[in-house]
């Protein structure tokens, strides 16, 4: 009689192996009222670009209205037309780093390499306003910025983009410099490096701004590009103590999200700082997406269930590597993400199965199955999942799922061996593995890369 294994999670890659070492590449978790625990469903791929722009790799986007965007490709701030035209509107120094776009009416200011610049729908050209900014946001009527290396932030005249010398207040609750700031739900959140602090508009006259009583807390920012707003605001964290734990606010508090197992990855990144990340919602689910430069790898934190996963592009090395998507915009009905090395402007699209037609891999590791310290005796691994679902022609008309097993914790492998889990229409094909054979600590691990759907509800061994 088949037995259900615990296959479906999230991933959780624990310092020792031997107690977990749970993968979850291109796929998330969904937990609802089906007929297992949950469903790992693949993540979104690629299609072929909807406009490919020129000055650089994509550093940021920001929606004006349903037929009007800005971009910012290299050093070039371009309006984009819900056709996906594209028109020169000025340029910006280029540090290879995520912008910061906001705008009020046709008024669009943006942040780079430490100045805030000013731009209009119409023109074609970027004023500076101010040097020495680290980021910028709008709250009431006003422009919000932080001074870079200090307590300091500004705001701009009500329905101006006009910065008075005399509208500069410092944070003085804590002894700690700002990383940056955000707004959400009409709340302005001041991040320093070892703390952070909420403020409101209050109404007053000369000062709009007042800090909210007791919002101050012990928790830091590492990285300004991490720093992103889905409801609430989200970044890469540490004090004094340490750093490598990611947080949110919840109830106007710091929450940390991250697990040990991340921040045991994260901790493995050459340097935090260059940490960025974007967010952005689909299908009920909400999503954290946090790359690291120079650890060149991407995880995910899905709002929704609170699970973490792995998301990965595959180079042409065979190795995994940070995603293309840089940041985010829904616009023409569409989700669009900009390519972080060139300018081209994606749909992520949970009915693509590849990246821009190059192989988007699925993977998923369970964790070390073992019943004290016996033998479990496994026959057959049979994987429940959507079937019959290749395609007319081409890669993916016969689709397979790769299967190995350690019988040692994730130490060592076996060979992977291939299975079809249907031609088109074959919806009861079993995708089944015979003479597996046991071990007294077993790992699967399942791989898909034909460009197909994958989704996976369970497995089971007999």
Request: proline fraction near 4%.
């Amino acid at each position: 009689m088949a037995m259900e294994l615990p296959f479906i999670g999230p991933a959780y890659e624990s310092r020792s192996a031997n107690y977990s070492s749970q993968q979850c590449v291109n796929l998330y978790l969904e937990q609802g009222k089906g007929k297992t625990r949950g469903l790992l469903i693949g993540t979104p791929g690629l299609t072929a670009p909807v406009t490919f722009l020129q000055g650089g790799g994509m550093r940021g986007m920001y929606v004006v209205s349903d037929t009007t965007a800005i971009v910012v490709c290299g050093g070039t701030v371009y309006k984009l037309n819900d056709d996906f035209s594209a028109t020169e509107i000025g340029t910006i120094p280029d540090d290879a780093r995520p912008v910061q776009i906001v705008g009020s009416g046709s008024d669009i200011l943006i942040t780079s390499s430490g100045g805030l610049y000013a731009l209009t729908l119409t023109g074609s050209s970027a004023t500076l306003l101010e040097s020495g900014i680290g980021a910028v946001d709008f709250l009431d009527d006003h422009f919000v910025a932080n001074q870079n290396y200090t307590n300091f932030f500004i705001w701009s005249d009500a329905s101006s983009i006009t910065f008075d010398p005399l509208n500069i207040q410092a944070d003085n609750s804590a002894p700690d410099i700002l990383v940056g700031l955000r707004v959400a739900r009409r709340t302005m959140y001041l991040l320093g490096r070892k703390s952070m602090r909420a403020w409101y508009n209050s109404g007053g006259v000369d000062n709009p701004f007042s800090r909210i009583d007791g919002s101050s807390f012990e928790v830091g920012c590492v990285a300004k590009d991490s720093i992103a707003e889905l409801d609430s605001v989200f970044w890469l964290g540490g004090d004094q103590n340490g750093a490598g734990s990611v947080w949110m606010i919840e109830g106007g508090a710091p929450k940390k999200i991250s697990t040990p197992a991340i921040e045991f990855a994260v901790n493995q990144w050459p340097d935090m700082t260059d940490a960025e990340a974007f967010t952005y919602a689909d299908e009920g689910h909400a999503f954290y997406v946090l790359s690291s430069v120079s650890g060149n790898e991407t995880w995910v934190y899905d709002i929704t269930s609170g699970e973490w996963h792995r998301r990965a592009w595959l180079h042409a090395s065979g190795d995994l590597h940070r995603i293309r998507p840089r940041c985010h915009m829904y616009f023409a009905g569409k989700h669009l993400v900009g390519d972080w090395e060139t300018g081209a402007i994606y749909e992520y699209s949970l009915d693509a199965y590849s990246d821009n037609g190059n192989p988007l891999i699925a993977l998923r590791s369970c964790s070390t199955i073992q019943e004290g310290l016996k033998r479990l005796p496994i026959g057959t691994f049979q994987l429940d999942m959507d079937t019959g679902v290749g395609l007319t022609t081409g890669q993916g008309s016969d689709p397979v799922a790769m299967l190995r097993w350690s019988r040692d914790g994730g130490k060592t492998w076996s060979n992977s061996i291939w299975r079809s889990f249907g031609k088109i229409g074959e919806y009861s094909r079993r995708c089944i593995w015979h003479r597996v054979g046991g071990g007294d600590r077993m790992v699967f691990e399942v791989r898909i890369s034909d460009p197909v759907k994958r989704n996976i509800t369970g497995a089971y061994f007999g």
